[in-house]
């Protein structure tokens, strides 16, 4: 390999892709706008993917399956027909909103709509270098600072420059968390984490990882109540 080919590879490694992963437009919605910005700022593109997610389709196929709406405020039947019919809306909104978002500031763009389980198919999809965004559907709540959480022994200071630069952009406090050292590392600086968040209300939660810890992405994104991104430091394989 030239030292030509070796900088194209680079460069090739170096464009970031931006994936926001959600099972509904509502949680979508709520993390398109600033997972745009962050394409723009490390000058990526940004990828959607809208899941449908097979236990939410395997209720629908039971006889008894309601959901409760707070528009009509009763349980209204479900069924796999309804469902299918959700996820296409879901994913017409989900695409045109990242559209807009995405061309109001010149960002590469791309959607995608698969059936499976959410998390294996973002870690399938993700490569080094990448970010992995989930979205959480607004709660009304009163939002404040940005969390930047470091589980990694090695250096994040460009994952932390760029918590800190969105942070600035959008006009907030940033704290910061560094677990790296903690002790029980699996499962003490997890802890850490989560009580933190459960105190909290932030805008979004920034995580640095890799795939030696058993980080449940998840659980900080309901512990947290808003968008939490990834930064992938290298390839996740599905069972990792």
Request: glycine letters at 6%; aromatic letters at 6%; hydrophobic letters at 40%.
């Amino acid at each position: 390999m030239t030292a030509s080919d070796n900088q194209q590879h680079a460069n090739h490694q170096q464009h970031r892709r931006i994936i926001v992963g959600a099972t509904c437009f509502a949680d979508a919605d709520a993390a398109i706008e600033m997972a745009a910005n962050l394409a723009h700022m490390v000058k990526g593109e940004v990828l959607g993917l809208l899941v449908e997610d097979d236990s939410i389709l395997h209720y629908a196929d039971l006889p008894f399956a309601k959901t409760l709406t707070f528009q009509h405020g009763k349980a209204q039947p479900v069924t796999r027909k309804t469902m299918d019919s959700a996820f296409q809306r879901d994913a017409r909104n989900f695409e045109r909103r990242l559209a807009s978002a995405a061309d109001q500031i010149a960002v590469k763009w791309s959607f995608e709509r698969k059936r499976g389980q959410m998390m294996p198919l973002l870690h399938s999809a993700a490569n080094a270098g990448d970010f992995i965004f989930l979205g959480y559907k607004k709660t009304g709540l009163p939002r404040g600072e940005i969390v930047f959480i470091d589980f990694v022994d090695k250096d994040a200071t460009p994952e932390l420059d760029l918590s800190k630069a969105i942070a600035a952009e959008m006009r907030l406090g940033l704290k910061t968390i560094n677990l790296s050292q903690a002790k029980n590392q699996n499962n003490g600086s997890v802890a850490i984490a989560l009580n933190y968040l459960r105190k909290t209300s932030p805008t979004a939660v920034i995580v640095v990882t890799d795939n030696k810890h058993n980080l449940d992405l998840l659980d900080i994104l309901e512990t947290a109540r808003c968008p939490v991104i990834l930064s992938v430091q290298n390839h996740i394989d599905e069972g990792g």
